[in-house]
């Protein structure tokens, strides 16, 4: 037989042995080189009992065997002695019967034959061990399932086989041909191979914390990436969903986080290579819950089809081989490969429809036309007055006019009337119902010398904005050559083209959809666009707008690419010591154009003028043209790793295992790019630009010749890395392991005596079951498992040198002009980050398996800000100075109250399993630094400390969470005029708080109102399955965010329009909350929502009585009455993750249209969240802090099939 079915065969015995009486006792003990088979013979009897039964004519062909085994089993044995011979065994009572090998397959009267096939893929399980139960009687299924065993009417086959729930079948009278369907048990910790990167594991011998999925268990039609599968799948992993736009990529913290300034995001890692970001985001805005990259993450390039497995590494023995940056967790991805067989075409096609938002959705809370007319009249009779220079649309427009003498008095009401009924639906004029298709073609297979996988694929994502998408091909090879007995070679090739198309950012189609009055129409009657005056933000004057225009005039599209290419040697020096050799190489491409046309509104704010209007050469900064800016970057970087491994049976019975792994590595990354910005830029004359008349354009030529400056970037990180690992395991009862890496940094200062600081864990692992509960019933497995560990990091853009910024030519002076781009800091050191992790895992009742988990994690000598004169050239420079705690506990379960599976060629069966998981983390800051006045220091590079960073969650506060955010303290509305009052604001207050620093004044003014990242994130996935039928579904639930309700009051920040006012503009909707706003004295009892005051009294609300003042800490009553705590609600929510419905096609039609197997998939996600009524429909994974409104995830509705020939 193949060495596959006796790989299969070796540890099967190890279920066999609970189960089959005869051979509970029976091992054997050889050792011998080139020794002839008979005198093996000789041996087994001596040793069991067993007699050998065999003729001379079939051992012609058989060669000597060299073995040295201490104490296996007798089935192990006869696998590993007939592995490479011409012979097969049947064993009936004490006597083993050699057979030519394949005489197995052969019907023979009296004889039961047979097939053992997984429940779920239908395919063979080489290797099944098949026994007569209460008899001496066994045999092993061979490299396609098949098997024959003698049996009697009466017999109770037992067929069992590693990692699936042994079965009993009867014989019956009839001597037919039966198939055995086997249903997996899904121990998620037990028998399962866990990969680290580094090396791989049993995961009855892990002592780290690491969380094993199989991609095929989380990825079902509609996922376009591997990083939309994780939520709720993972305790401890806390994915947040900021955006639901086309190609947005989640933001993912494992078990909290660990740093203030360096970036919180776990390393991705593929195939045991580090995968890098293609374009080097920032720090800064990496941990920014409100940044939506556009641009994709380390493995948006990376197709989910091609994934097998994902291991997520989280305490420090998982995790301390990778060294800096570990400390935020390792999520590692296995790829899939070829296996020894026959060739398999597999073909998988899904589509997948996602539906626009509409005004009837409940996180849509908006006036109609009439509604929004009325409250236009209510404004202009509580006589509010609007700034003079906006442009009057809708009602505003209408009176105004009447005013002017423009419109009489049935004009003016008709112009009304059809404005009340004009209700345009915004999100159909810039949203579409949105058809996505995902197609993936593979090919798989080999022979003991070669395995391969290769496979391309196709995903086109249509954005449900008008003209976004995203178009993506990948192709991926992986070659496993087996080239001597001693020598391997592996081979990886991934390639990925990718487009993407967007509306450029400033445009905010969807923000304006959403606030955008839908009495303004968008179509003239004559179908032709309608465009109205809006105010530019730059020049403060109005140009003419609509939004379907600046959407198909404005675009940002990148082109980018990647080739991933590694190559592993491995070469077997002996028995117990291996080397191995990887090389790596990846380039990403990254192409992004921003461009305005002529005709968008934003071109007209440059050129000052109208599309079609001559400028004013004098004022201009756009002559002529539009605007056009690129952004390459060239992301390299490469990996040279040698390893040995060393792993050896000890003690003496050779019941130890000793495991040693001593490695280097040289790494290197580099980030070259540019940001160019051009303007004349002429799209429908080839892309050209138009030559400008610096004498002629004056303010142009300023523009170009000083103030826009081409930015080139270069960045180069290398890294020179030492690794050990040295597990030992005494008696397969207690394992213990240490692993230690130190990576050589130059980014630390002179001072510092830490250049290299090692990263280190010991960790060891306990099986109670071994000990106490060895012939339980109940108990099928119980360990407890323990580790600790240091980890380090630093910061990317860290110097312990003074770094000046090279400027340009200042045309003031006529010098040379540079600046301080990073203070020296000649003691910088390692931020170190240490970690407790104690787990118990169990399996108990062949039903229930599960870990639950308590960790630790203390980050010292944390980078924070240090805040300094600007004498210096800078406010702030970075220092070690800070401690952050993260604590909490995580549970993973995985239940099956039924698994009832038949043995008929149907699937009769019925399995139902619940793997119901949680993590908690609870976050605080236990030291900070402080500047030289004492104060509090924000998050923010170079921030100054402001109310703002209280109000935002970015100033760090002792004993806080790193992300709590504070809110004014409302006190109700006022009972004569209703509006918002709020506590420790007084005059007399403002007296008191001018001798006090500023921190005093905010945490006293100010009341944090919770975090914004969740301290618990979990989910519920269930698996059903009856007969071809596959019904399964993940809910995912989040606890312990806060979430600041949307602005009511959207121009009181003074952020979107020039002119200081809290009413609505007359292009703005209004909320609907304003319906039930304060109207008379009393109402406030009823009603938190402020009223219309009269417009004097209005006028003086628009300022702030601390306004100027070193300790101000506001602006206007509006802002803080939309950033108090009457506007904060509960962030938890529980939402449909994921839900599938599969059915497998029958073999019966499978066999007549030639097919090996088929599937069809119907599948949602995303499909409903269940939250607090406080947030009136807004989505719970959008904190609320951006302005700017972000598309939620939509539901996904995906129908898929999946054929292999």
Not at 186 to 204: A, F, P, W
Not at 597 to 615: I, K
């Amino acid at each position: 037989m193949k060495a596959k079915t006796f790989c299969y065969r070796i540890s099967i015995v190890l279920i066999v042995l609970l189960f089959s009486s005869f051979a509970k006792a029976q091992s054997v003990t050889f050792s011998g080189k080139d020794v002839p088979l008979v005198k093996v013979f000789t041996n087994i009897k001596q040793q069991t009992g067993y007699s050998v039964f065999y003729t001379e004519n079939l051992l012609k062909q058989a060669k000597p065997v060299t073995l040295n085994v201490k104490s296996l089993p007798l089935l192990e044995f006869l696998g590993r002695l007939f592995k490479d011979q011409p012979v097969d065994f049947i064993i009936e009572n004490k006597t083993i019967m050699l057979i030519p090998k394949g005489a197995k397959t052969n019907v023979v009267p009296g004889i039961v034959e047979g097939m053992v096939v997984d429940s779920l893929t239908d395919s063979p399980l080489p290797g099944a061990t098949i026994s007569v139960y209460t008899k001496n009687k066994a045999t092993t299924a061979d490299n396609k399932g098949r098997f024959t065993i003698t049996a009697v009417t009466g017999d109770r086959l037992l067929i069992s086989f590693i990692g699936f729930k042994p079965y009993f079948y009867t014989v019956g009278e009839e001597n037919k041909k039966i198939k055995i369907i086997l249903a997996a048990v899904d121990h998620k910790l037990n028998e399962v191979m866990v990969t680290d990167g580094y090396q791989q594991i049993d995961s009855r011998n892990l002592t780290s914390a690491i969380t094993t999925l199989k991609a095929a268990d989380i990825l079902v039609p509609g996922i376009f990436s591997i990083d939309q599968a994780l939520e709720g799948r993972v305790p401890g992993m806390f994915v947040l969903n900021n955006s639901g736009e086309v190609g947005a990529a989640p933001k993912i913290r494992i078990r909290g986080t660990s740093s203030v300034l360096a970036s919180r995001d776990p390393v991705w890692v593929v195939d045991g290579v580090v995968v890098n970001d293609p374009i080097g985001v920032d720090p800064q805005s990496i941990n920014d819950l409100d940044f939506v990259s556009r641009l994709g993450n380390s493995i948006s390039g990376l197709n989910p089809f091609d994934i097998e497995q994902i291991d997520v590494l989280k305490d420090a023995s998982a995790t301390a081989l990778y060294g800096v940056r570990a400390a935020n967790g390792v999520i590692v991805i296995t790829t899939k490969k070829g296996h020894a067989g026959p060739s398999v075409i597999n073909y998988s096609s899904s589509v997948s429809f996602n539906a626009r938002p509409s005004y009837s959705d409940h996180n849509i809370n908006v006036m109609n036309s009439a509604e929004r007319i009325n409250y236009s009249k209510d404004v202009i009779a509580s006589g509010i007055a609007y700034p003079s220079n906006i442009n009057y649309v809708g009602y505003e427009g209408a009176i105004s006019k009447l005013y002017a003498g423009l419109y009489t008095y049935d004009q003016f009401q008709q112009a009304v009337n059809k404005l009340e009924s004009n209700n345009t639906d915004w999100f159909k004029v810039i949203t579409q119902n949105a058809v996505s298709t995902k197609n993936d073609l593979s090919i798989s297979g080999g022979t003991d010398k070669l395995g391969y996988f290769a496979s391309i694929g196709q995903a086109a994502q249509t954005g449900t904005l008008k003209t976004e998408g995203v178009k993506q091909y990948n192709i991926f090879v992986k070659l496993n050559a087996k080239l001597t007995p001693k020598l391997t070679w592996d081979i990886n090739l991934r390639n990925n083209i990718e487009t993407r198309n967007y509306v450029a950012s400033s445009v905010n189609a969807l923000s304006y959809a959403y606030n955008t009055s839908r009495a303004i129409p968008a179509y003239n009657d004559d179908g032709s666009l309608s465009y109205y005056g809006r105010q530019d933000f730059f020049t403060g004057k109005n140009f003419n707008f609509n939004i379907l225009n600046e959407m198909q005039h404005s675009k940002d599209i990148s082109d980018n690419s990647g080739v991933n290419l590694s190559t592993d040697l491995n070469y077997k020096l002996n028995r117990d010591l291996n080397g191995t050799f990887l090389l790596s190489y990846s380039r990403n491409n990254t192409d992004e154009k921003i461009s305005y046309d002529d005709n968008t509104f934003y071109a007209a704010g440059l050129r000052q003028s109208e599309f079609g209007v001559t400028p004013n050469p004098l004022s201009t900064l756009l002559p002529y043209g539009g605007q056009l800016t690129t952004n390459h970057i060239l992301n390299a970087s490469y990996l040279v790793r040698g390893q040995l491994n060393y792993n050896k049976q000890i003690g003496r019975k050779k019941r130890d295992n000793l495991s040693l792994i001593l490695g280097s590595e040289i790494t290197s990354n580099s980030y070259n790019g540019s940001n160019i910005t051009r303007r004349a830029f002429m799209p429908d004359r080839g892309d050209s630009f138009a030559p400008v008349n610096p004498v002629t354009y004056p303010a142009y030529a300023q523009w170009a010749n000083v103030t826009n400056v081409d930015q080139i970037t270069e960045s180069l990180s290398n890294l020179v890395s030492g690794y050990f690992s040295s597990t030992y395991s005494f008696n397969n009862r207690y394992i213990f392991n240490f692993n230690t890496r130190t990576d050589y940094s130059n980014k630390f200062g002179a001072s510092s005596q830490e250049k290299f600081l090692p990263t280190w864990s010991l960790s060891g692992r306990w099986d109670i079951t071994q000990d106490f509960f060895k012939k339980s019933e109940s108990v099928d497995m119980l360990a407890l498992k323990a580790s600790y560990g240091y980890q380090g990091d630093i910061l990317d853009n860290a110097t312990p040198n003074l770094i000046i910024k090279q400027g340009t030519l200042d045309p003031i002076t006529g010098q040379y002009s540079s600046t301080i781009s990073s203070y020296p800091n000649p003691n910088l050191n390692w931020e170190k980050t240490g970690q407790f992790n104690l787990s118990l895992d169990f399996a108990l009742f062949h039903k229930i398996n599960g870990s639950i988990t308590y960790f630790n994690k203390k980050t010292t000598n944390a980078f924070l800000n240090k805040q300094v004169s600007d004498v210096n050239g800078r406010t702030t420079y970075v220092v070690n100075s800070g401690t952050i705690e993260n604590k909490g506990i995580e549970l993973l379960l995985s239940f099956t109250p039924i698994n009832n599976l038949g043995t008929s060629k149907e699937r009769k069966g019925f399995v139902w399993r619940v793997d119901p998981e949680l993590g908690q983390v609870i976050n605080k800051l236990l030291a900070k630094a402080i500047d030289n006045n004492g104060q509090n220091q924000s998050v923010g590079v170079s921030n100054p400390n402001t109310y703002q960073n209280y109000l935002n969650g970015s100033q760090i506060i002792n004993g806080k969470p790193v992300d709590v955010f504070y809110s004014y303290q409302f006190n109700g509305l006022n009972h004569q005029l209703g509006y918002p009052t709020f506590k420790n604001v007084s005059a007399a207050d403002n007296l008191i708080y001018a001798k006090e620093t500023p921190d005093q004044v905010y945490q006293t003014v100010l009341a944090a109102s919770g975090n914004r990242v969740p301290t618990l994130q979990g989910g519920i996935n269930n698996y059903i399955s009856y007969r071809n039928f596959t019904f399964s579904f993940n809910l995912a639930y989040s606890l312990g965010s806060k979430i600041r309700l949307s602005k009511l009051y959207t121009g009181s920040d003074n952020q979107i329009y020039l002119s200081g006012t809290a009413a609505p503009l007359p292009e703005q909707n209004v909320p609907l909350l304003f319906l039930s706003r304060w109207r008379k004295p009393g109402d406030e009892v009823s009603t938190n929502i402020p009223g219309l005051l009269p417009g004097t009294l209005y006028a003086s609300t628009l300022t702030n009585s601390s306004a100027g003042q070193t300790y101000q800490y506001a602006l206007n009553m509006w802002q803080m009455y939309d950033q108090s705590d009457i506007r904060v609600a509960s962030g938890d929510f529980l939402k449909i993750k994921t839900m599938s419905f599969r059915y497998a096609l029958p073999d019966r039609l499978i066999k007549r249209i030639g097919f090996k197997s088929a599937a069809v998939t119907l599948s949602g996600i995303n499909l409903y969240t269940f939250a607090s009524k406080a947030l009136n429909g807004q989505d719970p994974e959008q904190t609320g802090f951006d302005d700017t409104v972000q598309l939620p995830q939509r539901p996904t509705y995906s129908f898929g099939i999946d054929v292999s020939f």
